[in-house]
């Protein structure tokens, strides 16, 4: 039974390069959710999404990012010109559906623009 | 939008001792759970307390919960030398769809 995989775990982008990030839920999770985490900080919510729909993108920076669903394959959070304050650990969570229900982290991207 | 606020930031503990940590937040919720963040790596789900309860056990945690204080607390017991980790508090608000977490403890338990 695996776990929410992401991949690559590790990234390096130059400034105005594109990022693309990808999460697989865990088996039968619809609901996927986006978490962006700074050194030291806690995780920072950025957007929440079932399949083939975007529900709640209010922690989404409105310019250069963006994130799909489909209704085949992983999740997508796409970062377009990077700069460096985009470097972060980029962390994916999914749950069988709202409602009391925890939250399952995979390992994160970390993500490095230089 | 409210952030959980965990007290304190650090904590260092001997192995065998015990070891509590603080969190709080603004507004109303459903449920509050508490995970751990080992360094580098991706968040452990530990525990969740829904809004109508006071207080769950799971092994060697406890958590309480104070609606009208708006706090909780995690306490581990008999620490470990591997329970070194950040333990974060994540609130789901009423009518939210996402977690909003705090700002963690960092806890070290010293063999």
């Known amino acids: 039974n695996a776990g929410v995989m992401q991949n690559p775990r590790h990234l390096v982008r130059r400034r105005g390069q594109e990022a693309r990030l990808r999460c697989s839920p865990m088996?039968?999770?619809?609901?996927v959710y986006w978490y962006r985490q700074l050194p030291e900080e806690g995780l920072k919510f950025m957007v929440y999404?079932?399949?083939?729909?975007?529900?709640?993108e209010s922690g989404m920076p409105k310019e250069r990012f963006s994130a799909e669903f489909p209704k085949e394959g992983p999740s997508i959070l796409r970062i377009q010109q990077v700069v460096r304050g985009d470097s972060a650990a980029y962390f994916c969570?999914?749950?069988?559906?709202?409602?009391?229900?925890?939250?399952?982290f995979g390992p994160g991207t970390r993500l490095t623009v230089t | 939008s409210q952030q959980g606020e965990e007290d304190p930031q650090a904590l260092s503990i001997q192995e065998g001792e015990n070891a509590t940590m603080n969190c709080s937040y603004k507004?109303?919720?459903?449920?509050l759970q508490w995970y751990r963040q080992n360094s580098g790596r991706g968040l452990v789900h530990l525990i969740l307390?829904?809004?109508?309860?006071r207080e769950k056990h799971s092994g060697r945690l406890r958590v309480t919960l104070d609606t009208s204080k708006k706090s909780s607390s995690l306490l581990i017991t008999a620490s470990r030398a591997a329970d070194t980790a950040s333990y974060f508090c994540a609130t789901e608000e009423t009518g939210a769809n996402n977690l909003f977490f705090g700002t963690g403890t960092r806890l070290t338990v010293i063999p």
């Open positions: 969570a999914s749950s069988p559906g709202t409602g009391a229900h925890e939250q399952y």
């Open positions: 088996k039968g999770h619809s609901h």
């Open positions: 507004t109303s919720i459903n449920n």
């Open positions: 999404l079932q399949k083939e729909n975007i529900i709640d």
């Open positions: 307390i829904r809004s109508n309860e």
